[in-house]
């Protein structure tokens, strides 16, 4: 069973960055695609972006591309989330999943076997 931890959040000032990182328990983990999602409090869990297992494709939600960008290290069995000019509706915890058996899925949370506890992340104004 593949187990998820992420890390890197925290408070920052509108328009800072962060880097998430979401590291798996073994080399199992770098054959997954990967997305991260995030729920802000009484809101849905909606997704963030994604990444195939080799790095080559990737997808975004509308309203983070151009300012977040998903990576892999599988030597690592790491997947990152850097988030640039972040905005206080950026505010949510972020959690990162693994498993979706389609790339065609991977927009949809239900789709996903396995997830990390979530790290907060919150934008100041």
């Known amino acids: 069973q593949v187990q998820l931890v992420e890390s890197g959040g925290g408070l920052v000032q509108a328009g800072g960055s962060l880097r998430l990182s979401c590291a798996a328990n073994?080399?199992?983990?770098?054959?997954?695609?990967m997305g991260w999602f995030r729920q802000a409090p009484g809101n849905e869990r909606e997704f963030v972006a994604a990444?195939?297992?080799?790095?080559?494709?990737?997808a975004y939600h509308d309203s983070v591309k151009g300012r977040f960008t998903i990576s892999r290290d599988n030597a690592k069995n790491t997947v990152y989330l850097q988030m640039n000019s972040l905005k206080p509706e950026d505010t949510a915890i972020y959690y990162c999943?693994?498993?979706?058996?389609?790339?065609?899925?991977?927009?949809?949370?239900?789709?996903?076997?396995?997830w990390g506890p979530g790290t907060q992340v919150t934008v100041s104004s």
């Open positions: 999943a693994a498993g979706p058996r389609t790339w065609s899925g991977s927009r949809i949370a239900r789709n996903y076997d396995y």
């Open positions: 990444i195939t297992w080799s790095g080559t494709n990737t």
């Open positions: 073994d080399r199992t983990g770098s054959r997954y695609t």
